[in-house]
């Protein structure tokens, strides 16, 4: 049985520090007759959730936003079920004990009641911990397959290709059998990525970067640029002609859009998607169901495997987490292993 209450990183207001932050107790959510209670295991956060807590992500609009003060910060999660709806009966293919994998706000905590869309089970062979990993990344396999539309031999130029988002568009890139381009933001990162990941150039976006993308192409450009951190500016000029730019998560530099002109889209034909992964499952789920069952058979084939990046135990390591986040320092993926899994790993 579940105690009543719980360890979180719980937000009464917007933070200009994430990185000050700490877990308090509160309430266990009680959760409604068709929600799930799990017990999270692992969470895995990202700059998106540096920008809820600061209050500069488009989710935290006044008028259209879904995230305000007071909230539990975070997304991804990876945990069990602690309790079943009162009707299991749509969702027989899910038991008390099951390991799950989800999304919703509020996953920076020991427990976190969700609908049966939120959770999807971890596939057998895969731990939990990478699990959670790849979670918040699905956005980059629909990027590549579903909205860019990659084929075999084309070219892919993918930026903050050292990040979460960037080195899954990687990998899915590579193992739709398309030839990828890596952007690194520093020498070191890019020394690891060589390294580490199956691509095939990594560039340091510094200097003639640009230039060097043109000449791994032949002079003439890649055929999709992945861009999750806001330079479409610069995608333009690396694109072929007819060539396809799919912006994927919060694309900007400082939580600030850059501006594009279209008359440069125009010249050289060039296709711009935005690509809101979240708000597209809610309009399309049949659609989203497809992605996943893709996502996951690559995922069970080993095609994809998370990076991941140092050790964080518990929840009141995520002040640190976030300040190695917002500092750019972290290369892969960061899974933080919560409550018991937690003390488990101490061991």
Not at 29 to 44: F, G, M, Q, V
Not at 128 to 136: D, W
Request: with cysteine; charged share 25%.
């Amino acid at each position: 049985m579940a105690p009543f209450t719980m360890q979180a990183i719980h937000l009464p207001a917007f933070n200009p520090s994430p990185s000050s932050l700490v877990p308090s107790t509160v309430p266990i959510p009680a959760a409604k007759d068709d929600e799930y209670l799990i017990r999270i295991t692992h969470c895995s956060p990202q700059h998106a959730d540096i920008l809820h807590a600061n209050g500069k992500h488009q989710n935290v609009h006044a008028k259209r936003g879904h995230v305000q003060p007071p909230f539990i910060l975070g997304y991804d999660f990876a945990g069990t079920i602690e309790k079943l709806p009162p009707s299991n009966a749509e969702s027989s293919d899910l038991k008390q004990g099951d390991r799950v994998i989800g999304g919703r706000i509020g996953a920076f905590a020991e427990y976190i009641a969700v609908l049966r869309s939120a959770i999807r089970r971890v596939p057998d062979g895969l731990d939990s911990a990478s699990a959670c990993a790849m979670h918040g990344v699905a956005v980059s396999y629909a990027s590549v397959v579903e909205v860019a539309r990659v084929k075999q031999d084309e070219t892919v130029l993918v930026s903050g290709a050292s990040g979460g988002l960037g080195s899954a568009c990687c990998m899915v890139a590579k193992a739709v059998g398309a030839k990828v381009i890596a952007l690194a933001g520093d020498e070191e990162k890019a020394k690891a990525m060589r390294r580490d990941m199956d691509v095939d150039a990594v560039i340091v976006n510094t200097g003639d970067w640009i230039q060097k993308v043109l000449d791994f192409t032949g002079g003439r450009g890649v055929d999709a640029v992945l861009d999750n951190t806001g330079m479409v500016n610069e995608a333009i000029r690396c694109c072929a002609y007819t060539g396809t730019i799919v912006i994927l998560g919060f694309a900007a530099r400082g939580g600030v859009m850059e501006d594009v002109k279209m008359n440069k889209l125009l010249l050289k034909s060039i296709t711009v998607i935005g690509y809101r992964y979240g708000e597209s499952g809610r309009r399309f789920p049949k659609q989203m169901i497809e992605i996943w069952d893709g996502y996951l058979k690559m995922l069970a084939e080993g095609k994809l495997k998370p990076l991941l990046y140092g050790k964080y135990e518990g929840l009141s390591s995520m002040g640190r987490v976030l300040k190695d986040l917002e500092e750019r320092k972290v290369y892969g993926k960061i899974v933080v292993s919560v409550g018991e899994e937690a003390e488990r790993s101490k061991l």
